[in-house]
């Protein structure tokens, strides 16, 4: 399996300037790629930076431009930093992995259990 650990949340006034940080550990055969989701209270989960393998990265419009995302393969970590911060990216972030357990098994994705990031004033 594959244990994806989140950390870097936090309370931040607007304007300001985070950087979140997911660790995968566990039995697996590789990751294909890693990135960054996010849900607000009352709305659906939505993609922040799409899972890249460290060539190209999708980000969502509304953060293009203020958040970064970063892969670093040999530690399975994947990071975002998160500057400029508003109170409309206030939701809890979420890391997701696309892996393969054992060869010739099925890509899966995996997730993690969630940092908190509140923007407020």
């Known amino acids: 399996q594959v244990q994806l650990v989140e950390s870097g949340g936090g309370l931040v006034q607007p304007g300001g300037s985070l950087r979140l940080s997911c660790a995968a550990s566990?039995?697996?055969?590789?990751?294909?790629?890693m990135g960054w989701y996010r849900q607000a209270p009352g709305k659906q989960r939505e993609p922040v930076a799409a899972p890249t393998t460290g060539s190209s990265t999708n980000y969502a419009d509304s953060v293009k431009g203020r958040f970064t995302i970063s892969r670093d393969n040999a530690k399975n970590a994947v990071y975002l930093q998160m500057n400029s911060l508003k109170p409309e990216d206030t939701a809890v972030y979420y890391c997701?992995?696309?892996?393969?357990?054992?060869?010739?098994?099925?890509?899966?994705?995996?997730w993690g259990q969630g940092t908190q990031v509140t923007v407020s004033s």
């Open positions: 997701n992995a696309k892996a393969v357990l054992a060869r010739g098994m099925p890509t899966r994705d995996y």
């Open positions: 566990g039995t697996f055969f590789s990751i294909n790629a």
